[in-house]
C-alpha cells in the first residue's frame, strides 16, 4: 500500500514563505520521480514543480519559477516544496504525487499515486 502524507500548509501573509513536506511509504522512492500539484478554488489542478528519481533534474510551471524550489531527500523518503514570495494566487489545495517513471514528470496521467492535500493559503 503506497502512501504519501503532505503536511506544512497554513496561512501565510502575502511575501512570506511555506516549506511543504510529502512522505512516501510503500515503494522505492528513489526510483521514481515526484510532483506537486495544485487546485485552487472553482479551478482544475494544475502542475506546479516536478523532480527526477535523483533530484538532478527539476522542472517548474512559468506561475512559481524563481519562487518555489522542489527537492527530495531518499535517505528519507520525502519530497519537499519551499515556497518564497507567496503571492494570494498561490492560495488552493496541494498535493504531492508519485510517478511510475524516473524522468521529470509535468503531466498529471503519468503520476499514479497521489496525497490527500494540504491547504495553502496567502492573506493579501
Known amino acids: 500500500q503506497v502512501q504519501l502524507v503532505e503536511s506544512g500548509g497554513g496561512l501565510v501573509q502575502a511575501g512570506g514563505s511555506l516549506r511543504l513536506s510529502c512522505a512516501v511509504s510503500?515503494?522505492?522512492?528513489?526510483?521514481?520521480?515526484m510532483g506537486w500539484f495544485r487546485q485552487a478554488p472553482g479551478k482544475e489542478r494544475e502542475f506546479v514543480a516536478a523532480i527526477n528519481w535523483s533530484g538532478g533534474n527539476t522542472y517548474y510551471a512559468d506561475s512559481v519559477k524563481g519562487r518555489f524550489t522542489i527537492s527530495r531527500d531518499n535517505a528519507k523518503n520525502t519530497v519537499y516544496l519551499q515556497m518564497n514570495s507567496l503571492k494570494p494566487e498561490d492560495t488552493a489545495v496541494y498535493y504531492c504525487?508519485?510517478?511510475?517513471?524516473?524522468?521529470?514528470?509535468?503531466?498529471?496521467?503519468?503520476?499514479?499515486?497521489w496525497g490527500q492535500g494540504t491547504q495553502v493559503t496567502v492573506s493579501s
Open positions: 510503500g515503494r522505492t522512492f528513489s526510483s521514481y520521480a
Open positions: 504525487a508519485g510517478s511510475r517513471l524516473a524522468g521529470v514528470q509535468t503531466y498529471e496521467p503519468n503520476y499514479k499515486y
